[in-house]
């Protein structure tokens, strides 16, 4: 575990359950469990599983020019943010290209929470925020306990009283086990799910809790590595692993467009000014590749850095794929030269196997979102 300076609450709970704790932005992470991580899928597709996603960076931004400092940063309206609500956010430097994605939790009127990965959004934002009215707050002490899977709703509706009422992208204060804690509605599953801010110190209980108390329900603990799995399946990009920072162009610095990532979306309709902006509206339709969907044949799942043909030529990369032995599908994330990002256009894989595959449509899984926001 090298240079990791962030400390789980829970790392000694990952090491019992076969961890051996490898980094991620500086804490010591779960990417695997002695378990099959078949199984863990399984358990969030089908029931629940509880993940320790507290890697994640959080940092509280408060104060009257918190809301400015947000709207020029990202590329969401923060104006339409209203306390109890979240919205996912996308971030670009000066040439309109990506460097980082987040959730933005509005606290309070001046006071907002954003949750980032492994981009430089945070370093970005606490240079933005010298010289503002803006206290910026790294918060290690609040850990994140992601609760994903379909029987998440009725484990919690047992102890969080209101919780099936609460909308996708909000979030409520309440208590579980008797301990003070934020739940939001959010995953990076594709599943209806929760995630369980709570202070470092109540993280063990809540943990134990949910594992002792869930049984019932076939809730297991899942490893960090699961999610590359579910993500595959649900169109969930992490960075820098579906990136030009992972796959370069030979003669272009690395950076991509929301346009190329499919991430426009993430640009709210009503958005005025911010960084990168210009340049993000004058790069559509000047796309270089298209992140789409490989659906490969066999019952193997390819690896990162495997190459796409067609026509004789390399088309595109492989970023993430996985195997599902609930669908009987090799599935997998690609960079694809733009004229192959199309439904069925036939291609061959080739690296850590051979076989053929047809150009998908993304998400894999259910593609109208219906199951993440569910109600009731």
């Known amino acids: 575990m090298a240079n990791s300076w962030r400390i789980s609450a829970l790392a000694e709970r990952h090491r019992t359950l076969g961890s051996k704790l490898e980094d991620w932005s500086g804490m010591g992470t779960a990417w695997t469990y002695a378990g099959d991580l078949a199984d863990q899928h399984e358990a969030i597709r089908t029931r629940a599983g509880l993940m320790d996603v507290s890697g994640l960076k959080k940092v509280h931004y408060v104060g009257p020019h918190a809301e400015s400092l947000l709207e020029y940063a990202t590329s969401r309206d923060i104006s339409k943010v209203y306390p109890g609500k979240s919205v996912y956010a996308t971030m670009l430097n000066e040439a309109g290209k990506f460097v980082d994605d987040c959730v933005i939790y509005r606290t309070g009127p001046n006071a907002f929470m954003v949750v980032h990965g492994s981009g430089n959004g945070h370093e970005m934002l606490v240079r933005s925020a010298q010289g503002r009215q803006v206290a910026v707050l790294f918060d290690d002490d609040l850990h994140d306990l992601s609760l994903q899977g379909p029987l998440a709703v009725d484990f919690l509706a047992e102890h969080v009283p209101g919780i099936r009422e609460l909308p996708y992208f909000h979030h409520m204060q309440t ?57 595959v399946e649900s ?130 899984d259910d593609p109208e979102k219906k199951k993440r926001t569910a109600k009731g």
């Not at 959010?186 to 470092?200: L, V």
């Not at 996985?322 to 030269?337: C, F, V």
């Open 175 to 231: 208590k579980l086990f008797e301990r003070p804690v934020m739940i939001s509605r959010t995953g990076y599953t594709g599943e209806r799910g929760y995630e369980i801010f709570c202070k470092a110190a109540d993280a063990p209980a809540i943990w134990d809790g949910i594992l002792e108390q869930g049984k019932g329900l076939g809730i297991i603990p899942c490893a960090f590595t699961a999610l590359d799995w579910l993500r």
């Open 235 to 364: 169109y969930l990009l992490f960075f820098p692993y579906d990136n030009s920072e992972m796959y370069p162009f030979a003669d272009q610095p690395a950076g991509d467009t929301l346009w190329e990532l499919g991430l426009d979306f993430t640009v709210s309709p009503t958005k005025g000014d911010f960084r990168g902006g210009n340049e993000h509206r004058r790069l559509q339709g000047k796309e270089r590749f298209r992140i789409f969907g490989v659906l490969l044949e066999g019952d193997r799942a390819a690896e990162a850095g495997d190459t796409l043909w067609a026509d004789g030529r390399q088309v595109g990369v492989i970023t993430c794929a996985m195997y599902s032995r609930l669908s009987g599908k090799s599935m997998a994330i690609a960079r694809l030269d733009v004229p192959y990002a199309e439904q069925g256009v036939p291609l061959q894989v080739k690296g850590s196997l051979a076989v053929n595959a047809i150009a998908h449509t993304l998400p894999f």
